[in-house]
C-alpha cells in the first residue's frame, strides 16, 4: 500500500544508497529522458543523469550521510537539478521544469544508526518560478514608468529631481564637475494656438527625441514643467555644458516638425549654469539656472545664457 | 494574552539539553567540515512579537546582513523556525567551509547550504535528547541587504504573543566565519516543550 503511494505521488522520488547508485525511482521521475532505458537500476545517479551538479551535489549527499540531516536545493538558486519538461508547456514559457529537492536521509533497518540510503525527492515547483519571472518584470515595469514622462518618454520632473540631488550631494561630497542646461521653447502656446494642441505635443516628443540623442549615457534629461526642459551633465565642467547647449540650441532651430500640411519650427532660450563652492543646495543651482533661462528670454529668444554671480 | 512563564527548573533543564546538543553538533561539524566550528553559551529568554523587531533593530540595525530562515516540526506539538544572521565581513570564506570548488557555488546558494547544515546539526543533537524526531523545511532567505530585517518583520502581523528564544553564535576562526542563529519556539509550542521538560525533570 505504501510503496503504491509512493508511486502515484505528484512529486519525483528517487532513492539511492551510499555508493550514489539508484536503487529506486517513481512514476513522476519516468517523464525524465533518462530513465526511459531499461538498466538504470543499480546505475550511478552521476551517470544516469550527466546534468547533475557533480562536485557540489555529492557534498551535499555527503553532509546527510555524515550528519544524518536533510539537504536542500531551490529553485531561487539552481533552476532544476534534475532536467526535465513540466507540465505547462502551454501556459508558462519555461524550458524546464523548475525545481524545489529535498535530499532525506534513510535508515534502511530500524536499529540501525548510520544512514545507508538517501531519498531525494523533486517538486514541481515551475508555476512558482514563472509568476515569480513574472512579477519581477512587472516591478521593473513599474518602476520604469513611475519615473518617465508620460508624452516624451523621458525622465519625469520627480525622478530628475531625485537624480540632480544625489549628482548634487556627491558633486559636493567628491568636488566633481556638474553642470545643469534649464530650456524652455520659445512662443509655445502661440504654436498651440496656432496648429492645435495634438500639434504641440509632436514638437515636444520630436523635440526630446532629437535632444536625447545628442546626449551622453550619463547626462539625465528631464521633462521639468508643461515645456521647460532640464538636462543634468555629471563630471562636466562650464565651458562644455554652454558648447553643447549652443548645438542643441542650433539643431533645435534648424528642426522642422512636420504636421498634417503644416511645417512646424521653433527654438529654445537657454540657462546654463556649473556648480561652485558658492552654491548651497541643488535649490540654489536651480534658481540660478532660471535667471540665466529668463535672461535668455529678455534678450530675443533662441538664445544661451550662463549665468553669472552680481 | 497568555501567561507563560518559565521556571528557573525547566530553564536549567533546558540550558543543559542545549548545551549537550551544542556538543554533539560541534563535534559532527568538526568531522564534516574538517575545521572546529565553536559555539557559544546560548541565551534563553522569553520575546514577545511585538518588540521582536525592535530588538532585530537594535542588534543588526546598522550592519549589512542576511537572514535565512529554517522552519522545523517535531512530534508532541513542537515547532518553530531557526533565523540564521549573517553580518556581509564574515561569509567571505563559506565556500572553502563547506568544501566547494570556487564559483561554484552562488552566494545565496552557500548561505543556505550553511544554514540547513548549522540548523539540522543542532536540532538533531537536541531531538535525540528527547526522543523525537523532527522533520525540516527548505532553508529560505527572508532578508538581505537590499531589505531589512526590521523592516520585514513590522510587515508581519504574528499569530502569537511570545515565543521562546535560544540565541547562539557560531564561530568557525580558521575562516573569519561567524554567525548568528535565532531559535524561535513561538505561541503553544513553547507550553509543549514545558511539558518535555517537566518530564525530564520528573525522571530526575
Known amino acids: 500500500m505504501h510503496s503504491l503511494v509512493v508511486e502515484s505521488l505528484n512529486t519525483g522520488v528517487l532513492l539511492i544508497d551510499s555508493d550514489y547508485n539508484l536503487v529506486y525511482f517513481n512514476h513522476f521521475m519516468r517523464s525524465h529522458p533518462a530513465l526511459k532505458r531499461p ?54 514559457n519555461s524550458e524546464f521544469m523548475a525545481q524545489n529537492i529535498s535530499m532525506l536521509p534513510i535508515k534502511s533497518e530500524t536499529g540501525n544508526s548510520e544512514v545507508d540510503h538517501v531519498c531525494i525527492t523533486v517538486e514541481d515547483a515551475t508555476d512558482v518560478y514563472f509568476y515569480q519571472e513574472k512579477l519581477k518584470l512587472t516591478l521593473a515595469e513599474l518602476e520604469r514608468s513611475n519615473r518617465t514622462d508620460g508624452l516624451t518618454q523621458i525622465a519625469n520632473r520627480r525622478y530628475w529631481e531625485e537624480r540632480f540631488n544625489t549628482a548634487f550631494l556627491s558633486a559636493v561630497r567628491y568636488q566633481e564637475e556638474l553642470s545643469l542646461i534649464l530650456f524652455d521653447l520659445d512662443k509655445f502656446k502661440q504654436i498651440n494656438d496656432t496648429y492645435g494642441h495634438q500639434a504641440g505635443d509632436k514638437v515636444l516628443i520630436e523635440s526630446a527625441a532629437l535632444i536625447q540623442s545628442m546626449l551622453r549615457q550619463h547626462d539625465v534629461f528631464g521633462r521639468y514643467g508643461g515645456e521647460e526642459f532640464a538636462i543634468l551633465l555629471p563630471n562636466t565642467q562650464l565651458q562644455g555644458a554652454y558648447e553643447l547647449a549652443e548645438r542643441i540650441r542650433i539643431a533645435f532651430a534648424n528642426q522642422v516638425v512636420n504636421y498634417k500640411t503644416d511645417s512646424i519650427q521653433a527654438t529654445l532660450s537657454i540657462g546654463v549654469v556649473s556648480y561652485h563652492s558658492g552654491i548651497r543646495n541643488y535649490d540654489d543651482m536651480l534658481t540660478r539656472a532660471d535667471m540665466a533661462l529668463y535672461q535668455s528670454k529678455r534678450c530675443g529668444r533662441n538664445k544661451t545664457t550662463i549665468y553669472q554671480a552680481g | 494574552m497568555i501567561e507563560i ?22 563535534d559532527k561539524l568538526a568531522r564534516y567540515l574538517q575545521t572546529f566550528v565553536h559555539l557559544q553559551v546560548p541565551h534563553i ?15 543588526y540595525g546598522d550592519d549589512n546582513v542576511t537572514l535565512l530562515s529554517q522552519g522545523f516540526y517535531g512530534q508532541d506539538g513542537i515547532s518553530g523556525e531557526t533565523l540564521l544572521i549573517y553580518r556581509a565581513d564574515h561569509t567571505k570564506n563559506i565556500a572553502k567551509i563547506l568544501g566547494y570548488a570556487p564559483d561554484e557555488v552562488s552566494e545565496m546558494e552557500q548561505l543556505t547550504d550553511i544554514s540547513s547544515i548549522l540548523t539540522t546539526t543542532f536540532l538533531n543533537g537536541l531531538a535525540e535528547q528527547i526522543e523525537n524526531q523532527i522533520a525540516y523545511s527548505a532553508p529560505r532567505v527572508i532578508s538581505s541587504r537590499e531589505t531589512s530585517i526590521e523592516r520585514h518583520l513590522q510587515d508581519l502581523s504574528f499569530n502569537w504573543e511570545l515565543a521562546l528564544k535560544v540565541a547562539i553564535s557560531y564561530q568557525v576562526t580558521d575562516y573569519e566565519f561567524n554567525c548568528d542563529m535565532l531559535l524561535l519556539i513561538p505561541g503553544v509550542a513553547i507550553e509543549n516543550i514545558q511539558q518535555v521538560l517537566n518530564q525530564i525533570l520528573e525522571e530526575y
Open chain 2, 45 to 59: 529568554e522569553l520575546v514577545s512579537s511585538a518588540e521582536l523587531p525592535q530588538t532585530f533593530a537594535e542588534t
Open chain 1, 39 to 92: 538498466d538504470v537500476l543499480g546505475k550511478n545517479i552521476f551517470e544516469v543523469f550527466p546534468e547533475l551538479p557533480k562536485s557540489w551535489m555529492t557534498r551535499k549527499l555527503q553532509g546527510v550521510f555524515m550528519l544524518d540531516s536533510p539537504a536542500f536545493s531551490s529553485w531561487e538558486q539552481r533552476q532544476f537539478l534534475f532536467k526535465m519538461q513540466h507540465t505547462r508547456p502551454i501556459t508558462t
Open chain 2, 5 to 26: 512563564t518559565i521556571t528557573e527548573e525547566q530553564r536549567d533543564c533546558l540550558q543543559e539539553l542545549i548545551n549537550v546538543a551544542m556538543g554533539r553538533a560541534s
